[in-house]
């Protein structure tokens, strides 16, 4: 007798389709590294031959269905494929039992990988390891700590508590990890993502800066540093009569203490190391990551200023400068700093760039000072000791009707504000000095997730100006709304302290923060949103996740997988010759536009990368995390393209990473399959880049 219905877990009763199973079955086949061809579609129907004889007297569920599955795949020999079949079932089982302990309600709506990341990393736990929240206590925990800041204000903790958790469990808007790790948990300590520490030239003050440091990871934070202002190697150091070892030495601290703290085990270190182009020791600087295992806790970059890029382009030479004294004592032709910068670049994905004059002219306060360093991934460009709190609105779910939903992104936006402006007077910082430059400027950071899913389910290819054009209007319209509200927060609240010396006070009547957007890599947070990260492209279409207790998932792009679906392209063998590159371009049968639109970050050429990121810069105030991502092929005079196009298109600073350039990495393509570390979610493919 043919199966015609099936018993869901949930008790539902409906129509019994074959292919679901034979789609199941795929994604095993395909886990395990073996040709698919057609051994999917004979389990099934071997599959459906047991159930058909086996359940004549009752309604057949999904776990008989399972069982049978794994079963069958045992007595056909593919062993392999059962366990990879059974592991992922048990993944699942494993969700939903939690679901059911702890009463977790439809929102949040999480993806496997999103619980395995939340319950490693971001779920409160007792002394032994044991969960002690769920996903959706830890939003309402993090939501009711926020605003309690309203009774500063007169406001309703209650309404406010109720706007923050509505925002993040229905994954609309996430703050950064630390704020989520640690708001609520008793003292909240270090809730910001960002922050940037001086280095002086002095023994005491360079170990001063390591202790700081330490302190911030603790609490899940990265930090940025200017090591330009140290003497250089060989230097005079009169109160020993000795000589200078020079920032790299110093910098080997840094790393080393990085990596014993660990960031509390909840994730590993992140810093920015930034030397001048004027700097005596700057040709070691440029090429110290070309060496293997060298500051491995460390991005570089490299500031160069409008002058430098004036005598790049004029061929002409350009002073070194001691910072002791102030005095030349080398001269170097700019364009051989230049070439060899681009070099080092090709070949480790270090040094980037810091257009420091660009982001000088948008430095909201001058007179307080000038503006030196950025986080770990360049988003935040701070002055000394600031640290900023981010956040990231999920652009897919601000759609409706097949265009971007304007209202529902404009009111997230205020909610996020609000918000972002709470968790600076909720933090509890490690240094007084923080506090102090913090909330006299009180800088925030609201940026954007999910804009390539945003683009597909737009039928917009990512490399079109259709699209750029997109990016900047939906960023613009995000900047404008961000300020309207910091307006209304600053003429309820009070303007940020330093409002009066600041270029606002200009134009506005009031403004709560100096700095209101910034678009950060997101990296943890968007895999929680399941959408991609930042403005970054697909990674891959396709792909292999190893998480985080050792098992693999296999995950294929939800809207690839339906749109193949009802177009009737979708089959295993499609799957296998995905996931062994993560691109569809060099793939027979799939239609073209479905190829425009699912392009991953390798297939698009480095100026649409560049491109996209200048269009976004033109409405942040802070800067734009983007890696220009290059294929292993890639040629240096295409990096030196993109250095070149990202200072005439404005951009702040730039990264570039041509696949396989540093030994280890949290995004291989191989043999058998592209495959991606538990929290890669797109973007620098560096085991450096974790927010």
């Known amino acids: 007798m043919a199966i015609s219905e099936i018993k869901k877990r949930d008790g ?25 061809d057609k051994k999917a579609k004979k389990v099934s129907d071997s599959v459906v031959k047991v159930l058909e004889k086996r359940f004549k007297e009752r309604l057949i569920t999904v776990e008989d269905v399972q069982d049978v599955v794994i079963e069958v795949l045992r007595k056909k020999g593919f062993k392999k494929v059962a366990d990879e079949y059974e592991d992922y079932r048990k993944k699942k089982h494993e969700i939903r039992k939690l679901k059911k302990t702890f009463g ?134 009169r109160s020993t009569h000795g000589v200078a070892s020079g920032p790299i030495s110093f910098m080997r601290v840094f790393d080393t203490a990085t990596e014993v703290i660990k960031q509390g085990g909840r ?119 600031e640290s900023c709190n981010l956040g990231s609105i999920n652009l897919s779910k601000m759609i409706k009707n097949n265009d971007v939903d304007w209202e529902k992104l404009r009111e997230t936006v205020h909610v996020a504000v609000h918000f972002l402006d709470n968790v600076i007077d909720a933090n509890y910082y490690p240094l007084k000095e923080i506090e102090s430059i913090t909330k006299g400027n009180r800088k925030i950071g609201l940026g954007v997730m999910g804009f390539a899913d945003m683009l597909i389910r737009l039928n917009m290819p990512y490399d079109s100006d259709k699209a750029l054009r997109l990016g900047e209007k939906i960023m613009k319209f995000i ?17 940020f302290p330093n409002f009066d010396k600041s270029t606002l006070k200009n134009n506005n009547k009031a403004m709560r923060n100096a700095t209101v957007t910034t ?113 292993n092929n890639a040629t240096k005079n295409e990096v030196k393209n993109a250095f070149e196009l990202a200072f005439k298109l404005k951009c702040k600073g730039i990264t570039v990473y041509r696949y396989g350039c540093k030994p280890q990495q949290v995004l291989y393509v191989g043999d058998k399959h592209i495959t991606a570390e538990p929290e890669y979610s797109g973007g620098c493919p560096s085991s450096v880049c974790p927010f």
């Open 519 to 631: 678009i950060a890599p997101t990296g943890s947070i968007s895999i929680i949103a399941g959408c991609s990260s930042g403005i970054e492209p697909l990674f891959a279409v396709s792909f292999m996740r190893n998480v985080l207790e050792g098992t693999r998932l296999f995950e294929v792009n939800p809207y690839f997988e339906r749109i193949a679906k009802d177009r009737g392209f979708y089959s295993g063998k499609l799957l296998e010759k995905i996931a062994k590159h993560g691109s569809i371009q060099k793939i027979k049968g799939i239609p073209k536009d479905i190829k425009e639109i699912f392009v991953t970050a390798l297939d698009i050429k480095p100026e649409w990368h560049v491109r996209m990121q200048a269009s976004f810069q033109k409405h942040v105030d802070n800067a734009v995390s983007k890696t220009i991502n290059l294929p």
């Open 267 to 385: 994730r590993r270190g992140a810093l920015m190391g930034i030397l001048r182009e004027d700097h005596p020791d700057i040709l070691e600087f440029i090429k110290i990551k070309s060496k293997e295992n060298i500051l491995t806790n460390f991005n570089l970059s490299v500031v160069v200023t409008d002058e430098f890029m004036k005598a790049v382009n004029n061929n002409k030479e350009y002073g070194l400068i001691n910072p002791r004294n102030g005095e030349v004592v080398k001269t170097l032709k700019a364009r051989k700093v230049w070439n060899l910068i681009i070099e080092s670049a090709w070949k480790s994905g270090d040094p980037g760039l810091l257009f420091i004059d660009e982001i000088n002219r948008h430095n909201p306060t001058p007179q307080i000072g000038r503006i030196e360093a950025t986080n770990p991934c360049g988003e935040f460009v701070g002055l000394p000791y």
């Open 12 to 36: 539902r009763i409906v129509k019994f389709e074959q292919k679901k199973i034979t789609d199941a079955i795929h994604k095993a086949f395909v886990a395990v590294h073996l040709k698919e």
């Open 104 to 237: 977790i309600h439809p929102e949040p709506k999480l993806t496997v990988n999103a619980l395995e990341v939340l319950m490693k990393r971001y779920l409160l736990k007792d002394d032994k390891g044991r969960i002690l929240e769920t996903p959706e206590q830890m939003f309402r925990r993090v939501a009711k700590a926020i605003a309690e800041v309203e009774r500063n204000y007169g406001g309703n903790p209650l309404e406010a508590a109720e706007q923050f958790y509505q925002a993040m469990s229905k994954l609309e808007f996430l703050p950064n990890s630390p704020t989520l790790f640690n708001a609520g948990t008793g003292t909240n300590f270090c809730l910001s993502a960002c922050y940037i520490l001086p280095v002086p030239d002095s023994l005491e003050g360079i170990f001063e800066a390591v202790k700081n440091m330490t302190l911030i990871e603790q609490g899940g934070g990265g930090v940025g540093f200017d090591f330009s202002k140290l003497r250089p190697k060989g230097d005079i150091v």
């Open 479 to 495: 900047s404008e709304e961000a300020r309207k509200k910091s307006e209304e927060l600053g003429l309820r609240r009070g303007s």
